[in-house]
């Protein structure tokens, strides 16, 4: 029991792929249903493993590593199957950009100063952000779902990414501001 939590983080990064590979293939809808149930299951997954991790007691360094691994896989290869199946042009794309690109340069700033042994601990407002960017991606497969409220679901989603764009861009920029003085 143990390693539940660390299984349950596991199983979202062995998730991600194929919530990919059936956003791609949205077109089908039954393909964009399984995508959106996979989804609202590994972004349930990512509360659920720190909440047990917390009551256990088994809050690991393993754990501490993959979780916000498995948060960037699954957030990246949902943005980018989206993108390959949207038709918002910047839109879309001008935050999904700004959404990968911090979260590559936060990792490194992460891994940079792991290795001087300081840490950036999650700040509340990056736990809302990852919320939001879930929230979003998960209206936006839903477009396939159900056709009937597209556009409203539409509007929805974007306006929900270009809102995960700014948090995650703030977030990013405190924990530069945080980090500059360790580089």
Known sequence: MNNLPNIIT????????????????????????????????????????????????????????LDPIADKLLIGACLISLAAQTNYDLLFLLPALIIILREFLVSGLREHLAGTKITLPVSLMAKWKTAVQ?????????????????AIISMAG????????????????????????HL
């Not at 792929?17 to 590994?42: E, G, M």
């Not at 270009?162 to 980090?179: E, N």
Request: hydrophobic content about 60%; proline content about 5%; overall charge negative.
């Open 10 to 65: 596991t199983i979202r990064i062995a998730l991600a792929p194929f919530i990919a590979v059936l956003i791609w293939h949205s077109d089908r809808p039954d393909y964009a249903l399984y995508a959106l149930i996979l989804f609202i299951i590994a972004s349930i997954s990512d509360w659920l493993d720190g909440y047990l991790a917390r009551q256990m007691e088994v809050i690991s360094p393993l754990g501490r590593m």
């Open 158 to 181: 974007i306006a929900l990414l270009w809102l995960a764009a700014f948090m995650t861009a703030m977030t990013g920029l405190s924990y530069f501001k945080a980090g500059i003085p």
């Open 134 to 150: 879930m929230t979003a991606i998960g209206c936006l497969i839903s477009i396939g779902v159900i056709p009937e409220f597209n």
